[in-house]
């Protein structure tokens, strides 16, 4: 029922309901769902809209699903000075109810507090004695900027849970029609399980408790609850302890504010134990599953364990279970935590040190990256966002992200480093080139693909001719370039030299995985377990896309024989996609789901998927994939897996020091029905292989290598 989450930077840990937990206790919304309209006050929605742009999203659901009388709607704007965002949020509103709008009130208020102030000034209003029951639906115009792209998602699961059809609101309602329900709040996004704990938090919630609740106090062991991302439905009498505060700068002081330890981080932990102090229950929301859509729900739910009781017997246990886990995983690995800590204590001094001492300011890095879909490719994570993100946190840069650079951007800008594809035609590179030179700012171009050298027939050769002209115009204009392997560096000074073109400076910066995204235990998982080598058929793993379909054609023969040869010892699992997939008894397809496609949320998917024996990695021969790094050895090590990989610049080094297995690729039957017999040597291979990973090839070795570069231009 509980799990706890230490989090990143929380030196206690927190204790949750887990996932099954929280799904047990959610109401889902049944399609008959129809709630006493008569019974309920008039509905009154508070939306924030401090992104107009955004505010779309809030409205199309309430105009298209509102199943009851119109609700009275009040949006509050932050003031701009200028009345231009006021000005953009009546636009939207007209755009989506059209001639005959819903009544709404409009009020201007102070870029205070984010969405909370306004929330309790609005609950203040409705709570002044005279005014008829009300019940409160609480939305603003989310937008959580980070590297990881994780706040779009995230506002729009919020909304799917309770505005997502006339079912969801009235299911949300009917709950709130038990007289002892003061909240109703959504399940967590599975996208925030790792930010959602106390955070630098606690103590500063522990003091607003003795402030607002001066008989209770808050314990670590008590369950931890409330509406992240701070939109619900609620009885306003509800929160209205929280008005013993002032509602002023005394408490929320002007943005901007930081990303934890301020009154409005601590207060959103606080929703649940408030509305229980003020007497009230909640209660959680979940939204229809597809499979169910014709089934009955539960609207009628048990209520849900009290954020006030302590949980002491169940805490300890968890935490001793915790510490018993990370005690045999470094015995595992040999590495007593006392030398670990000492030496990473070191290595930080090592980085910090000479750098705090002189005195310098961090520099200003603007970062143009290319995007696929709505999040940055895999390179992007890879090469750039997880080092940089190190370099940030350790003082040394701010980075700037932007996929279309303008002349602004670059003002106070120190570097410019655009990544491969970010710069999509040969205009778009020259156009960069006279920025930089205009502003005389060093411009570093980061390549991690031989688009020079793609063959005639390449699947997209089509699609990346354009892109691989630009290229060559951005390695031709840039100060550094950044290639992520020597052979790649090679190829492109070759290909190059052959237009006349001599590249400036070049640097090698091999490719590296972020512990914080491969982890398991820093994504809050279970440790992985090997398959055993005995277990039959043999599980093998392949991580292919479309732009390996050439390399799996020339394993499926080989695959088939060895099919015939020993039928049904073997099972083939292919994650991501083929253009064409055959048909084959040992062939089991395992398609990304569309929600995780992103690079920082395929990782937590991949981590909790079954085990394998091993996974492989074959290459065609040719001048494309000669170039291309071995990451994708790192990932399968990064899953405690061994690798057979084809004989060829892009593994051999990996395989020359024990840390992968080769194969001829005329070869791959013969390899595959060794490996049948005895696994032994891949999977020493393996753990080989996970601690090269993380002792030489994860980004922090990444981050030191671009900040050598960086201060060759500073």
């Not at 309901?17 to 959610?26: Q, R, S």
């Not at 922090?700 to 900040?707: E, N, S, T």
């Amino acid at each position: 029922m509980f799990s706890i989450n230490p989090g990143r930077r929380d030196r206690g840990v927190s204790l949750l309901l887990n996932c099954t937990a929280e799904k047990i206790y959610a109401a889902t919304p049944s399609p008959i769902s129809q709630p006493h309209w008569a019974s309920f006050g008039q509905a009154v929605v508070h939306i924030h809209a401090y992104y107009p742009e955004l505010l779309p999203e809030l409205l199309t659901p309430i105009a298209e699903h509102w199943p009851g009388p119109a609700p009275s709607l009040l949006i509050t704007v932050p003031s701009d000075g200028t009345g231009a965002r006021m000005a953009a949020c009546r636009h939207h509103f007209q755009n989506v109810f059209g001639a005959d709008p819903p009544a709404c009130q409009w009020q201007q208020v102070e870029n205070r507090g984010r969405n909370l102030l306004p929330l309790l000034q609005v609950v203040r209003e409705l709570t002044r004695e005279g005014q008829p029951a009300r019940l409160l639906l609480h939305l603003h115009t989310k937008q959580t900027l980070d590297p990881e792209g994780i706040g779009n998602a995230w506002r729009r699961d919020l909304l799917e849970r309770l505005l997502n059809s006339p079912e969801q609101i009235a299911t949300a309602l009917q709950l709130l029609a038990d007289p002892a329900v003061g909240l109703v709040a959504p399940c967590r996004y599975s996208g925030i399980e790792r930010q959602y704990h106390w955070g630098g938090n606690f103590d500063l919630a522990a003091k607003l408790v003795q402030q607002l609740f001066p008989n209770r106090t808050l314990h670590p062991d008590q369950l931890l609850q409330f509406p992240a991302g701070l939109m619900f439905w609620c009885r306003p009498e509800a929160l209205r302890p929280l008005l013993a505060l002032p509602l002023d700068e005394s408490h929320f002081p002007a943005e901007p504010l930081g990303t934890n330890g301020t009154v409005p981080h601590a207060l959103e932990r606080l929703i649940c134990h408030t509305v229980e102090a003020a007497g009230w229950q909640w209660r959680l929301l979940d939204k229809m599953p597809s499979d169910q859509a014709n089934q009955p729900g539960q609207a009628t739910v048990q209520p849900q364990p009290s954020v006030w009781q302590r949980q002491g017997d169940i805490y300890l246990e968890l935490l001793s279970k915790r510490l018993r886990d990370q005690q045999a995983r470094l015995e595992a690995e040999q590495v007593r935590s006392e030398d670990l800590a000492s030496r990473l204590q070191q290595a930080q001094q090592q980085l910090r040190r000479p750098w705090l001492l002189a005195g310098k300011p961090p520099l200003s890095i603007l970062l143009i990256l290319q995007r696929a879909g709505k999040g940055y490719i895999s390179s992007a994570h890879l090469r750039l966002l997880e080092p940089l993100r190190l370099l940030e946190q350790q003082g040394r840069c701010r980075v700037q992200i932007v996929d279309d650079p303008q002349a602004q951007d670059l003002l106070g800008i120190d570097l410019v480093i655009a990544q491969r594809g970010a710069i999509a035609d040969p205009a778009a590179a020259d156009a960069l080139q006279q920025l930089c030179q205009q502003r005389a700012v060093p411009l570093i171009a980061d390549i991690d693909d031989a688009l020079c050298c793609l063959q005639a027939d390449h699947a997209e050769k089509q699609l990346y001719q354009n892109l691989a002209a630009a290229t060559d115009r951005l390695l031709a204009h840039c100060d550094h370039a950044l290639f992520s392997t020597a052979v790649l560096a090679s190829t492109y000074r070759h290909h190059l030299a052959s237009s006349g073109i001599r590249l400036r400076r070049c640097s090698v910066v091999a490719n590296g995985l972020s512990p914080r995204l491969w982890d398991p235990e820093q994504q809050g998982l279970e440790p992985r377990r090997p398959l055993p080598a005995d277990q039959q058929p043999l599980q093998i793993l392949y991580m292919g896309s479309k732009t390996h379909d050439d390399d799996f054609a020339m394993l499926l023969p080989q695959l088939d024989g060895l099919e015939i040869a020993h039928p049904g010892r073997f099972q083939l699992h292919v994650i991501g996609a083929l253009s064409d997939p055959p048909e084959r008894p040992w062939l089991q397809l395992r398609p990304v789901p569309l929600q995780v496609r992103r690079y920082p949320e395929f990782v937590p998917w991949l981590l909790q998927r079954r085990s394998y024996h091993f996974g492989i990695a074959p290459l065609s021969s040719n001048p494309f994939n000669a170039a291309k790094s071995d990451v994708k050895v790192l990932d399968y090590a990064a899953l405690g897996l061994g690798s057979l990989c084809s004989l060829g610049p892009a593994y051999d080094q990996l395989i020359g020091r024990g840390l992968a297995l080769g194969t001829h690729n005329d070869q791959w039957q013969n390899a595959l029905a060794q490996l049948m017999q005895d696994q032994r040597t891949i999977q020493r291979c393996g753990q080989r292989a996970g601690r090269h990973l993380w002792q030489r090839r994860s980004c922090a070795r990444v981050a030191q290598q671009l900040w050598r570069v960086f201060q060759v231009h500073r």
